[in-house]
């Protein structure tokens, strides 16, 4: 399901604006509490599992065992990826042309071809590589 096929409530709606504003991962409970608990938990985790199938939100389990949620730029561009640092967990958005290159060789040597809508690599953000 994309962002533009969805049905929207006044709930979803305003996790979804709280979401929006979190520059960093977040869990469940951080949602609950920053909805100063208006909305029930049980609603939180189905509204979150749609706002993962439509795109709107990455879902990870952190090195601590517990699951974050991140918002998802969105971006019209075909050509973009997000990059995921495993160490805090950020997840960053990039408009590069370069996933073209990569796509191509995937497809012509691995026969597999790629789905550009939600790319995610994985490795170290700079400040965790600069932590260490």
Do not use: P, W
Not at 1 to 17: E, F, G, V, W
Not at 56 to 61: A, L, P, R, T
Not at 93 to 101: A, G, L, Q
């Amino acid at each position: 399901m994309s962002r533009n096929d969805t049905y929207n409530t006044k709930q979803k709606d305003a996790i979804l604006k709280i979401i929006k504003k979190q520059n960093k991962a977040f869990t469940i409970k951080d949602l609950y509490n920053l909805l100063k608990y208006e909305t029930g938990l049980t609603t939180i985790y189905r509204l979150v599992d749609k706002l993962i199938a439509e795109g709107y939100i990455s879902k990870h389990i952190g090195k601590d065992n517990i699951t974050y949620y991140q918002y998802l730029e969105k971006c019209d561009n075909e050509n973009h990826f997000y990059l995921k640092c495993d160490e805090c967990g950020m997840i960053t958005h990039v408009d590069c042309d370069c996933i073209d290159e990569l796509s191509s060789h995937i497809i012509k040597d691995h026969k597999f071809k790629l789905s550009k809508e939600n790319i995610m690599i994985n490795g170290l953000c700079d400040n965790c590589c600069n932590g260490r």
